[in-house]
């Protein structure tokens, strides 16, 4: 009787345990249902706001909208220069980004030409897709540059174009849009200037020993040729600019009186003299620089003692002080050109004003330098009957041919001559036998001093490169540093989410 009782009793027990677990059990399943529904709609709503951040993103390249410039000097929008120079530009005119990707801040920037010309349009494009580009300008497969076309003309940019270094402080400057603006007013221009370069009198010459510049100048949209002038007895009517290049020889007279009546038309010459080592008679040479102020050469090279004035330690190797001119802006503030052997530009001050001519320094050797004529010197301090002190190595000279008349509207004529106490500085010589420059004129800014030179005398100012007036560090990740930056602005925010819902749900299961 006892043990029914107790069969009874355990019965009953497990039968209000059963009840107990069901109801657990149905609680737990309600739970892992609710659980389930607001995981799942939780997770649904991220991936709707990721979606919805993926087509604004979308959309705004599609509408091609301008960045918001964060920037204090606007580093990444057009200046109101650049839109004025290109507002009204009435041709076709094709940016191909050959190479890049279509989130490039460079091409970003040139994307916004459109906003201000519909013309003008820039697009990143995949050589392999583009075989009429990689047959006109010979791209090959994995080269990345840049091709400012309109019609037959055109312009190529490479990456190192856009950008500038400063050495002192490390930083990486953008240049980009004033090579972009120079690029699109150059190949849209009716006119294309012309420059000669004058043969016969001297070991330079585009074909021996400054191919570069050749290479550079008809980059820069410039029509170079050659000039004969025995052969030719004149200057070509269409010269724009006459390039002559250190003399070894004296004029002919038919050089001589075909130069001179150059100059009185108005035209422009750019002399560059490398220093003399032998005495030479020249006055038809003379004669010319004589028109404009400018004394004889003499035997002699300027050497430096300012440690912080030449490169690896060498006086001959110098680095001249840049004054602030129109050809000069842009190098104003950089570590500047490098001179070899560079000579004196002797200017007759007094006179100037007798010849009409006004002078504007360039460049200059620094305070501390020195002029050696006696090559047996073989020491690098300076000897007592040395002639000391600042020595100009550049300079632009305007002659005023013929005044202007306001009462009958006639303009003034003038000749501008642009001189240098160096050649080698834009020939292909090497800097030294362990340079890592080609030539000397890829090393610092003689490239930029002597197309902004040419850019000048030939009245093309848009090709002087403007640079703005600040520069922005430009850090450029490496494959690793890249996947941990994407990492950290798409998988670390999708992991606070998870953890977040999850510790949401054991709080409410307590």
């Known amino acids: 009787m006892k043990e029914k009782k107790e069969t009874k009793q355990q019965k009953k027990t497990q039968k209000e345990n059963n009840k107990k677990d069901k109801k657990v059990n149905k609680l737990i399943e309600i739970i892992k249902k609710k659980w389930l529904i607001k995981g799942t709609m939780t997770c649904l709503l991220v991936a709707i706001i990721i979606a919805i951040f993926i087509a604004i993103n979308l959309g705004m390249q599609k509408l091609e909208l301008t960045p918001i410039d964060f920037t204090q000097e606007k580093l990444y929008t057009l200046t109101d220069e650049s839109k004025e120079k290109v507002k009204n530009i009435e041709k076709e005119v094709n940016i191909y980004f050959v190479g890049y990707t279509d989130d490039d801040s460079n091409l970003d920037l040139a994307k916004q030409y459109k906003k201000e010309n519909e013309r003008i349009l820039a697009e990143a494009v995949d050589v392999n897709n583009r075989p009429d580009l990689a047959s006109k300008y010979g791209i090959e497969s994995g080269t990345k540059g840049i091709i ?73 949209v410039n029509e170079i040729d050659t000039l004969n002038i025995l052969s030719a007895g004149k200057v070509p009517e269409d010269c724009d600019t006459l390039v002559v290049t250190t003399p070894n020889r004296d004029f002919d007279e038919i050089a001589t009186t075909a130069i001179t009546e150059y100059i009185q038309a108005g035209k422009n010459i750019l002399w560059l003299n490398a220093a003399v080592t032998s005495k030479k008679d020249m006055p038809n040479v003379n004669k010319i620089l004589a028109m404009y102020g400018v004394k004889p050469f003499e035997i002699g090279i300027i050497r430096e003692t300012d440690a912080d004035k030449m490169i690896t330690g060498s006086p001959d190797l110098i680095l001249p002080e840049i004054e602030n001119a129109t050809i000069t802006e842009d190098l104003y503030h950089t570590t500047g050109v490098i001179f070899i052997n560079a000579t004196k530009v002797n200017i007759e001050e007094e006179k100037l004003e007798e010849l009409k001519v006004e002078e504007t320094d360039l460049l200059l050797a620094s305070e501390n330098s020195y002029f050696r004529s006696n090559f047996n010197i073989q020491s690098d301090n300076v000897k007592e009957n040395e002639e000391k002190g600042t020595f100009v190595v550049g300079a632009q000279l305007e002659k005023t041919i013929k005044e202007a008349n306001e009462e009958n509207g006639e303009s003034a004529i003038i000749s501008k001559l642009v001189i240098f106490g160096e050649n080698y500085f834009v020939s292909d010589y090497p ?22 030179s040419i850019a000048y005398l030939v009245d093309r100012e848009e090709d002087i490169t403007a640079r703005k007036d600040t520069g922005a560090v430009t850090y450029t990740a490496t494959e690793a540093q890249d996947t941990i930056i994407r990492v950290i602005i798409f998988a670390v925010p999708i992991i606070i989410i998870i953890v977040g819902i999850v510790v949401w749900q054991v709080r409410r299961k307590k």
């Open 148 to 220: 400012v076309e309109c019609g037959e003309k055109s312009k190529i940019l490479t990456e190192s174009d856009l950008v500038t270094y400063d050495t002192t402080s490390y930083e990486t400057i953008s240049i980009a849009e004033e090579k972009l603006t120079s690029s699109i007013v150059s190949v849209t221009s009716e006119k294309v200037p012309k420059v000669y370069f004058l043969e016969g009198y001297s070991e330079f010459s585009l074909s021996q020993n400054m191919n570069y510049l050749n290479m550079y100048l008809a980059n820069e």
């Open 431 to 452: 800097l030294n036998q362990t340079s890592q420059y080609a030539a000397i004129q890829l090393a610092s800014y003689n490239k930029d001093l002597i197309l902004n």
